[in-house]
Protein backbone atom coordinates (compact mmCIF):
# COMPACT_ATOMS: atom_id res chain seq x y z
CA UNK A 1 0.00 0.00 0.00
CA UNK A 2 0.82 3.71 -0.53
CA UNK A 3 0.09 5.79 2.19
CA UNK A 4 0.31 9.51 2.32
CA UNK A 5 0.44 11.13 5.96
CA UNK A 6 -0.40 14.58 6.98
CA UNK A 7 -0.23 16.32 10.56
CA UNK A 8 -0.56 19.57 12.00
CA UNK A 9 -2.28 21.18 9.42
CA UNK A 10 -4.02 23.58 11.93
CA UNK A 11 -6.83 24.94 9.21
CA UNK A 12 -4.73 25.75 6.36
CA UNK A 13 -6.63 23.78 3.69
CA UNK A 14 -4.29 25.68 0.89
CA UNK A 15 -1.25 23.83 2.17
CA UNK A 16 -3.58 20.70 3.09
CA UNK A 17 -4.78 20.49 -0.75
CA UNK A 18 -1.54 21.35 -2.41
CA UNK A 19 -0.08 18.45 0.04
CA UNK A 20 -2.59 16.00 -1.66
CA UNK A 21 -2.25 17.52 -5.10
CA UNK A 22 2.09 16.31 -4.52
CA UNK A 23 1.31 13.08 -2.99
CA UNK A 24 -0.51 11.48 -6.25
CA UNK A 25 -2.32 8.58 -6.44
CA UNK A 26 -2.10 6.88 -2.88
CA UNK A 27 -4.45 3.90 -1.20
CA UNK A 28 -5.21 5.69 1.46
CA UNK A 29 -4.53 9.36 3.56
CA UNK A 30 -3.36 9.42 7.33
CA UNK A 31 -3.70 12.68 9.62
CA UNK A 32 -1.86 12.47 13.10
CA UNK A 33 -3.65 15.09 14.25
CA UNK A 34 -4.17 18.62 14.74
CA UNK A 35 -6.31 19.19 11.58
CA UNK A 36 -7.96 22.56 13.67
CA UNK A 37 -6.57 25.15 15.37
CA UNK A 38 -7.41 25.68 18.91
CA UNK A 39 -9.61 28.05 19.22
CA UNK A 40 -10.71 28.66 15.43
CA UNK A 41 -11.88 25.16 13.18
CA UNK A 42 -11.97 24.92 9.82
CA UNK A 43 -14.92 23.57 7.99
CA UNK A 44 -12.95 23.03 4.52
CA UNK A 45 -10.41 21.11 5.90
CA UNK A 46 -12.35 19.04 8.28
CA UNK A 47 -14.94 18.65 4.91
CA UNK A 48 -11.85 17.56 2.80
CA UNK A 49 -10.39 15.08 4.82
CA UNK A 50 -13.96 13.26 5.44
CA UNK A 51 -14.28 13.61 1.41
CA UNK A 52 -11.45 11.60 1.24
CA UNK A 53 -11.87 9.38 3.81
CA UNK A 54 -8.68 9.90 5.28
CA UNK A 55 -7.89 7.95 8.56
CA UNK A 56 -8.08 10.85 11.61
CA UNK A 57 -6.73 10.85 15.06
CA UNK A 58 -7.31 13.75 17.77
CA UNK A 59 -4.31 16.07 18.89
CA UNK A 60 -4.19 18.74 21.44
CA UNK A 61 -5.69 21.04 19.53
CA UNK A 62 -8.61 19.01 18.85
CA UNK A 63 -8.86 18.48 22.59
CA UNK A 64 -8.83 22.56 23.02
CA UNK A 65 -11.99 22.45 20.95
CA UNK A 66 -13.29 19.73 22.58
CA UNK A 67 -13.07 21.13 25.86
CA UNK A 68 -14.53 23.94 28.37
CA UNK A 69 -12.37 26.13 26.31
CA UNK A 70 -13.63 25.57 22.91
CA UNK A 71 -17.39 26.22 24.09
CA UNK A 72 -17.06 29.43 21.72
CA UNK A 73 -15.48 27.50 18.77
CA UNK A 74 -17.85 25.04 18.74
CA UNK A 75 -21.10 27.62 19.11
CA UNK A 76 -19.89 29.57 16.03
CA UNK A 77 -22.70 30.27 13.40
CA UNK A 78 -20.12 28.88 10.44
CA UNK A 79 -19.05 25.82 11.95
CA UNK A 80 -20.70 23.15 10.38
CA UNK A 81 -22.08 20.77 13.16
CA UNK A 82 -21.98 17.62 10.85
CA UNK A 83 -18.63 18.21 10.54
CA UNK A 84 -17.47 19.32 14.00
CA UNK A 85 -19.39 15.90 14.95
CA UNK A 86 -17.47 13.82 12.80
CA UNK A 87 -14.13 15.28 14.23
CA UNK A 88 -15.26 14.65 17.70
CA UNK A 89 -15.67 10.89 16.75
CA UNK A 90 -12.61 10.20 15.68
CA UNK A 91 -9.95 8.20 17.93
CA UNK A 92 -7.25 9.69 19.75
CA UNK A 93 -4.98 6.76 18.44
CA UNK A 94 -4.72 4.06 15.44
CA UNK A 95 -3.89 0.56 15.72
CA UNK A 96 -4.42 -1.12 12.57
CA UNK A 97 -2.90 -3.40 10.30
CA UNK A 98 -2.50 -2.25 6.65
CA UNK A 99 -0.37 -4.01 3.53
CA UNK A 100 0.46 -6.71 6.04
CA UNK A 101 1.61 -3.85 8.17
CA UNK A 102 1.00 -3.24 11.87
CA UNK A 103 0.30 0.76 12.32
CA UNK A 104 0.18 2.74 15.00
CA UNK A 105 -0.66 6.09 14.85
CA UNK A 106 -0.85 9.02 17.69
CA UNK A 107 -0.39 12.68 18.15
CA UNK A 108 2.55 13.37 20.48
CA UNK A 109 2.88 10.39 22.68
CA UNK A 110 1.25 7.19 23.16
CA UNK A 111 1.70 7.94 27.26
CA UNK A 112 1.69 11.02 29.26
CA UNK A 113 3.41 13.28 29.62
CA UNK A 114 2.52 14.28 25.79
CA UNK A 115 5.71 15.95 25.13
CA UNK A 116 8.16 17.08 21.86
CA UNK A 117 9.43 14.10 21.04
CA UNK A 118 12.64 15.36 18.35
CA UNK A 119 14.70 12.95 17.18
CA UNK A 120 17.73 13.20 20.21
CA UNK A 121 14.87 13.09 22.95
CA UNK A 122 15.82 9.39 25.00
CA UNK A 123 11.57 9.55 24.49
CA UNK A 124 11.27 8.08 20.78
CA UNK A 125 13.20 5.02 21.77
CA UNK A 126 10.30 4.17 23.76
CA UNK A 127 7.87 4.12 20.42
CA UNK A 128 9.77 1.24 19.06
CA UNK A 129 8.39 -0.71 22.44
CA UNK A 130 4.72 -0.85 21.11
CA UNK A 131 5.17 -3.76 18.54
CA UNK A 132 4.68 -1.91 15.12
CA UNK A 133 6.15 -2.03 11.97
CA UNK A 134 5.40 1.73 12.25
CA UNK A 135 4.87 4.36 14.46
CA UNK A 136 3.27 7.19 12.60
CA UNK A 137 2.83 10.64 15.35
CA UNK A 138 3.01 14.61 14.74
CA UNK A 139 2.82 17.43 16.84
CA UNK A 140 6.65 18.70 16.66
CA UNK A 141 5.89 20.29 13.33
CA UNK A 142 9.58 18.62 12.01
CA UNK A 143 10.28 15.77 9.76
CA UNK A 144 12.04 12.51 10.70
CA UNK A 145 12.36 8.98 9.81
CA UNK A 146 13.97 6.94 12.33
CA UNK A 147 14.40 3.15 12.53
CA UNK A 148 14.67 1.40 15.88
CA UNK A 149 14.85 -2.27 15.98
CA UNK A 150 13.06 -2.89 13.48
CA UNK A 151 10.03 0.17 14.24
CA UNK A 152 9.97 2.84 11.60
CA UNK A 153 9.45 5.98 13.03
CA UNK A 154 7.72 8.77 10.73
CA UNK A 155 6.70 12.17 11.57
CA UNK A 156 5.33 14.02 8.37
CA UNK A 157 6.37 17.26 9.55
CA UNK A 158 3.67 19.55 9.46
CA UNK A 159 1.21 20.29 6.22
CA UNK A 160 -0.07 24.09 7.60
CA UNK A 161 1.92 25.31 9.98
CA UNK A 162 5.53 24.99 9.16
CA UNK A 163 8.07 25.61 11.89
CA UNK A 164 11.18 23.59 11.21
CA UNK A 165 14.15 25.99 10.58
CA UNK A 166 16.26 22.77 8.59
CA UNK A 167 13.63 23.16 5.71
CA UNK A 168 13.24 26.90 5.70
CA UNK A 169 9.67 27.12 7.30
CA UNK A 170 8.36 25.05 4.59
CA UNK A 171 5.27 22.52 4.81
CA UNK A 172 5.69 19.02 4.17
CA UNK A 173 4.09 15.25 4.07
CA UNK A 174 5.51 11.87 3.89
CA UNK A 175 4.57 8.83 1.60
CA UNK A 176 5.12 5.36 3.15
CA UNK A 177 4.82 2.16 0.72
CA UNK A 178 4.42 -0.63 3.37
CA UNK A 179 5.09 -2.97 0.58
CA UNK A 180 8.83 -1.96 -0.06
CA UNK A 181 9.17 0.14 3.38
CA UNK A 182 10.56 3.30 1.47
CA UNK A 183 9.32 6.14 3.37
CA UNK A 184 9.64 9.59 1.27
CA UNK A 185 9.38 13.49 3.06
CA UNK A 186 8.82 15.81 0.84
CA UNK A 187 8.54 19.48 1.88
CA UNK A 188 7.06 21.96 -0.56
CA UNK A 189 6.37 25.71 -0.60
CA UNK A 190 2.22 26.45 0.38
CA UNK A 191 0.17 29.31 -0.59
CA UNK A 192 0.10 30.97 2.73
CA UNK A 193 3.31 30.50 4.79
CA UNK A 194 6.46 32.62 2.98
CA UNK A 195 9.11 30.10 3.14
CA UNK A 196 12.50 30.83 5.12
CA UNK A 197 10.28 33.67 6.97
CA UNK A 198 9.41 31.71 9.72
CA UNK A 199 6.28 30.11 10.94
CA UNK A 200 4.10 32.68 11.83
CA UNK A 201 5.09 34.65 8.40
CA UNK A 202 1.95 35.09 6.47
CA UNK A 203 1.82 36.08 3.00
CA UNK A 204 -0.08 38.80 2.07
Known amino acids: MRLGI ?8 DAL ?6 MGDVDEVLCAGDAVFQFRFSN ?16 NHEDVVFG ?16 LAWLGEQ ?21 EPHEYVYRENPRIKEFATLGADYVIYGHTH ?39 GEVTLEVYDDPVHKPQDGPYSIRR
Open 17 to 22: DAALAR
Open 68 to 83: PLGERVRQAAHVRSEL
Open 142 to 180: YTLEHRINGTTIINPGSAGQPRDPKNGFRSSFAILDTQS
Open 6 to 13: VSDIHCNI
Open 91 to 111: PRRLDVTLGGRRLVMFHACPW
Open 44 to 59: EVVARLKEIGARVILG
